[in-house]
């Protein structure tokens, strides 16, 4: 885990959980952290070590997901000498260096049913047994699981046991995804980006213009947290002039000007492609406009707005139905307003400049 991160933000969902997370460390039941990627579940679990009685003992961090399905009990439970192939000396697990501190395991989610089986007995019971060893060992450690799977509906399916999730879920922590963090994105911007500017040895912070603070705050930002730091880091890094406003954001550093003349050199393989029925052309919702005159990306978004109009009109601005009804959730129907600048009030101004 990186040690020179800190938690950035004011938003009320984020600080909820931050302290949520502050009150379960003093106890010594496990906790599961939920959220996306790029949200800062390590750093929860940071938190929760170091804010607990057992912040001077050892913070054991494993990720589930990094080792093939037939290490992972050897790692979490260390194995005997001569317990398998390869295992010329004993070795301890985590379990066993996690001994009176706290054991972080990331990607839980993705845990075969045999180690879940021996993980339950873990917790349950505080003792292991070293794969190939006849007797079992007591250890005390506190367990803090990750994941961003939905462990309840996999517990249904039966891919992953019901008592080690109702064993696990002392206390739930669900991160808020940074599209859902009101205002955080301008806290976050400027605190990667003066540390940017800190490392390039500028004299000075010139800071975000107001264009690209727009842009990075109507941003879906699939990645979270970890992704913003990329974006903000690397217009940093290019931006030439430490003393003007940094004006230039860039999502997506793979994109290249030759993908688009690749796909244009080839138009044989294009023909190749049977041809589909013609099929009627999509109607625009009320509150839109005609396509003819736009580029793609106008069209889209001036389609998106029709939608989102008409959706609202027809449920009196009852935000919650009209997210139901176009298939949205209400933070994601509330950030898309934001993008299109919606709200009841310019609307009904809207509807006034048209009669």
């Known amino acids: 885990m990186e040690r020179d991160v800190q938690f950035i933000g004011q938003s009320t969902a984020f600080l909820d959980a931050v302290e949520r997370a502050s009150r379960a460390a003093a106890v010594r039941r496990p906790v599961l952290v939920i959220g996306e990627r790029g949200t800062g579940k390590e750093l929860i679990a940071q938190r929760l070590h170091h804010l607990s009685p057992r912040w001077g003992e050892p913070l054991i961090t494993m990720n589930c997901a990094a080792l093939p399905e037939t290490l992972i009990e050897a790692e979490l439970f260390g194995h005997e000498a001569g317990a398998f192939t390869g295992a010329v000396r004993a070795r301890a697990g985590r379990f066993e260096e996690a001994d009176r501190g706290t054991l972080f395991l990331d990607e839980l989610g993705t845990l075969s049913m045999a180690a879940q089986e021996r993980l339950l007995r873990a917790i349950e019971y505080g003792e292991i047994a070293r794969i190939g060893a006849s007797r079992p060992v007591q ?23 019901a008592d080690l999730l109702d064993r ?88 290249s000007p030759w993908k688009a003349a690749t796909v244009a050199a080839a138009p044989e393989r294009v023909q190749q492609v049977p041809v589909a029925a013609p099929q009627a052309p999509l109607s625009m919702p009320a509150g839109g406009s005609s396509l003819s005159g736009r580029g793609l990306r106008e069209s889209v978004e001036a389609y998106e707005r029709g ?32 993008k299109h600048r919606l709200s009841e009030t310019a609307r009904r101004s809207e509807s006034d400049a048209s009669t």
């Open 139 to 161: 250890v005390d450690v506190r367990v803090v699981a990750a994941t961003n799977a939905d462990l309840p509906r996999m517990a249904e399916e039966g891919t992953f046991r």
């Open 168 to 255: 696990l879920s002392f206390e739930v922590i669900n991160l808020p995804p940074l599209r859902a963090r009101e205002g955080d994105v301008y806290e976050l911007a400027d605190y990667y980006g003066r540390r940017m500017a800190t490392e390039l040895e500028w004299d000075t912070w010139p800071g975000f213009s107001a264009e690209a603070m727009a842009v990075l705050d109507a941003h879906d930002w699939p990645g979270n947290v970890r992704e913003l730091r990329n974006v903000v880091e690397r217009a940093v890094y290019r931006w030439a002039n430490e003393y003007e406003a940094i004006a230039e954001i860039v999502f997506d550093p793979f994109e």
């Open 307 to 338: 939608l989102l109009v008409e959706a609202l009109d027809r449920h009196r601005w009852n935000q919650r139905r009209a997210a139901g009804a176009i298939g949205l959730t209400y933070d994601q129907l509330r950030h898309c307003m934001k």
